[in-house]
């Protein structure tokens, strides 16, 4: 499975948005400016060699001199009393340090490092910033999510893309933010994840660091349910009964939704939701308890024990990060789940599995249709860039629902249990696709 597309992927870090808007005093202009500089060792001829003959090494640095504007606000040089120096002064800028911040290098022998400063104008004066701690002066209190991205991005964070699932900016109860920083990818043979670390960014500007956690990635095979965000990877042991571990999995997933409610719940009255979706998510809540009892039952009489969900304790989020887990988990994946629930109703050979799936293919389609009414709530109060990108997280996710839908089931999960094989899976989905931009 991929990870979203990022742009100069091997040498550059996402880069959260900058506006001279948040700076105190506001000034004329902002620029934020990318430059590149080469790192190796070399030998150190001024130290005496090692007692085994070797020479040390010292790390040489050499500056690749311009920049690249990277984004930029205002109008340079607006209010200046001397337009002609100040936009001289601008052009000579010294910035022919190393000092930057949200730098990344490519890691061979001769490395191509990259990093970023800003640079501003403000009547006649014009400044450098190249560290976080010039940055959190500037920014003056932290009372935006971006300015908490940009300062985690100052203080040398990898900050995720604004459409990655769960992604970057959440809301702390108390006062603050969390930032999600990417902390990397890693896997074991089965499955891939990746690591987030939630930075939280006090209002005075202060970058505490948390202990990263794995967030879900690379799942394969479709279990119902809407999975909460932190929820951490685990899987029940592969049993001799293909029956047993897709109901134990399944289970997990169904105990991880009730999770998933009672946050969405919380968010929704964070962000202002009339009572009836909220109270909506919690009789959901309540439907995602009887689904667990359900399919543990099942799971247990073929012989397999669900593993119970662990979830990582993330802050509520922004109401634009709770849209783009909404699109993703409800519009996308209830939506297919309960697709997935009226075809095993219909199809499994096995009474009580038949009779299980009925009552959840209910209750699915309602969920279904909470995320759709959550969808629809929240739609006039959005940007048309930020209905765009909800409408990209709900095509990457039919994308990823197609990919695990593909893999081939074991021949008792479609009899007893009547799940769809890949064909028919795949058409499901072309049905869920033309009811996603009809
Ligand atoms: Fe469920
Ligand atoms: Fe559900």
Not at 80 to 98: F, R, Y
Not at 232 to 241: K, V
Request: aromatic share 6%; net charge negative.
């Amino acid at each position: 499975m991929e990870s979203p597309p990022r742009e100069d992927h091997w040498y550059s870090t996402a880069v959260p948005g900058i506006d001279k808007a948040w700076m105190v005093p506001v000034p004329d202009f902002v620029e934020l400016r990318r430059y590149s500089y080469t790192s190796q060792f070399v030998a150190d001829t001024s130290k005496p060699r090692h007692p085994n003959g070797g020479q040390p090494a010292r790390l040489e640095q050499k500056r690749i001199p311009g920049f690249t504007p990277v984004l930029s606000t205002g109008n340079a040089c607006e209010t200046a009393a001397n337009k002609e120096a100040c936009t001289e002064a601008l052009q000579s800028l010294d910035d022919g340090g190393m000092k930057g911040f949200g730098g990344d290098c490519n890691g061979a022998a001769l490395s191509t490092c990259t990093a970023h400063y800003v640079v501003t104008t403000r009547g006649d004066d014009v400044r450098i910033y190249r560290t976080r701690d010039s940055i959190r002066q500037v920014l003056g209190t932290i009372d935006r999510e971006e300015e908490a991205a940009f300062l985690a991005f100052a203080a040398g964070h990898s900050v995720c893309a604004s459409t990655e699932i769960p992604s970057s900016v959440g809301v702390n109860p108390d006062e603050g933010f969390t930032v999600l920083v990417e902390q990397g990818l890693d896997c074991d043979a089965k499955q891939a994840w990746m690591s987030r670390k939630p930075v939280r960014i006090s209002s005075s500007g202060e970058v505490v660091e948390h202990k990263a956690f794995k967030v879900k990635y690379g799942d394969t095979g479709c279990y119902p349910g809407r999975r909460p965000v932190g929820l951490q990877e685990s899987r029940a042991e592969s049993h001799e009964d293909a029956r047993g571990t897709w109901f134990a999995n399944a289970a997990r997933l169904e105990a991880a939704s009730i999770h998933a409610f009672l946050r969405l719940r919380e968010e929704l009255a964070l962000h202002g939701a009339g009572q009836a979706l909220q109270d909506a998510a919690f009789a959901s809540a309540e439907d995602e308890v009887r689904h667990a009892e359900v399919t543990t039952r099942l799971a247990r009489r073929f012989g397999a024990e669900p593993p119970e969900p662990s979830v990582a304790d993330v802050p509520l989020r922004s109401l634009r990060e709770v849209l783009l887990d909404n699109a993703v988990e409800g519009c996308v994946r209830e939506t297919y789940s309960a697709l997935l629930a009226h075809h095993q109703a219909l199809h499994a050979e096995d009474a009580e599995i038949r009779e299980a799936m009925v009552r959840i293919a209910e209750d699915e389609t309602r969920h279904a249709g909470l995320s759709w009414d959550i969808d629809a709530w929240a739609t006039p109060r959005l940007s048309e860039e930020e209905r765009a990108g909800l409408r990209e997280a709900r095509r990457q996710a039919l994308a990823v629902l197609r990919a695990e839908m593909a893999v081939p089931l074991d021949p008792e999960l479609t009899a007893d249990a009547g799940l769809p094989s890949p064909a028919v899976a795949a058409a499901l989905l072309d049905s869920l696709e033309q009811s996603l931009w009809t």
